[in-house]
C-alpha cells in the first residue's frame, strides 16, 4: 500500500482543524499558541507533499521560510506571554480583551 498525496492532504486538513478548533474554544494564552504552531505546521506538511508530488523544490522553500516566521513568532508571542504573567498573573485570554483601546 503506497501513501498518496491525498493522505497527506488529508491529514494536514485534519491538522489544521484541530489547530482552528483550539484557537477558537480555549481560553489558555499557551494552548492557543500551541494550536496556531500546529497549523502553521499542517501548512508546512501541506507545500512539503505538494512539492514532492509536483518534484519542485519551491514548497520547500516556502517551508523554510514559514518556519523562520514561526521562529520570530515564537519569540514575540512568549515574550508577551510572560509579561502578561508578570503583570496580571494570568494566562486567561479574557485579561488580555482589558488591553483593547
Known amino acids: 500500500m503506497q501513501i498518496e498525496l491525498s ?3 488529508l491529514l494536514s486538513a485534519t491538522l489544521f482543524a484541530i489547530g482552528v478548533m483550539g484557537v477558537l474554544t ?3 494564552l499557551i494552548v ?6 500546529l497549523m502553521l505546521n499542517a501548512v ?8 514532492r508530488y509536483t518534484l519542485d523544490l ?5 517551508v523554510f521560510f514559514v518556519l523562520c516566521v514561526a521562529a520570530a513568532e515564537v519569540a514575540v508571542g512568549l515574550a508577551i506571554i ?20
Open 7 to 9: 493522505h497527506y492532504l
Open 26 to 28: 480555549r481560553k489558555n
Open 32 to 37: 492557543i499558541f500551541m494550536s496556531v504552531e
Open 44 to 51: 508546512n506538511l501541506t507545500f512539503v507533499a505538494i512539492a
Open 58 to 62: 519551491a514548497g520547500q522553500v516556502m
Open 82 to 101: 510572560i509579561a502578561l504573567w508578570r503583570h496580571r498573573g494570568t494566562m486567561n485570554i479574557d485579561s488580555v480583551r482589558l488591553l483593547k483601546w
